[in-house]
């Protein structure tokens, strides 16, 4: 099994501190709009969670799990378990923990505007800018970081440290 050395690069004291104020501007913007609220398993639950429990409007909550087709030219999502709730007439806000390649959340924010959504949004942790392949950029998003591999905060490495309370960078593997 390797060996990782981890790097705290975000506290989370700085987390809760951005969540805080991201669900005050999430408040503001949905004020009386009811939004239906989607977060993308596994990574955006914990996201999804705390930043929810901050909110002071009304909402409603679904979720997908989803991904990117890998090596396919269609550019199409491959469900894992779709939404329960119908996104024609909402203001819908997907949540995650990471915005990275961008074109899992790039697919998925079309598939709710082609399925009758009034709006869609994207709310992400940590919009990192390394990778991103599509053209989107996050709504909101708690911070802004370059590169690295990241984990902690839903984020993970082969399933491993997602738990993690904080946000680390993997310095290197050994």
Not at 81 to 89: I, L, P, Q, V, Y
Not at 107 to 134: F, P, T
Not at 145 to 161: A, C, Q, S, T
Not at 162 to 171: F, G, S
């Amino acid at each position: 099994m390797k060996s990782f050395r981890l790097r705290k690069l975000i506290s989370r004291k700085e987390i809760m501190q951005k969540v805080d104020e991201i669900a005050s501007e999430i408040d503001r913007q949905y004020k009386d709009k009811n939004p239906l609220i989607i977060y993308i398993l596994v990574g955006g639950k914990t996201f999804f969670e705390i930043l929810t429990s901050k909110l002071h409007i009304p909402f409603d909550t679904d979720f997908v799990w989803v991904r990117s087709y890998a090596g396919t030219k269609s550019g199409g999502l491959e469900w894992l378990e779709k939404n329960k709730k119908d996104f024609t007439g909402r203001n819908c806000l997907i949540v995650d923990d990471i915005l990275d390649t961008g074109k899992t959340i790039k697919l998925l924010k079309k598939h709710i505007e082609e399925n009758g959504a009034v709006s869609c949004k994207v709310c992400v942790a940590v919009d990192k800018l390394e990778r991103r392949e599509e053209d989107i950029q996050p709504d909101f998003s708690l911070f802004h970081v370059e590169k690295g591999f990241l984990v902690g905060f839903g984020m993970d490495y082969d399933g491993m440290f997602r738990e993690l309370k904080d946000i680390y960078v993997i310095e290197e593997d050994v």
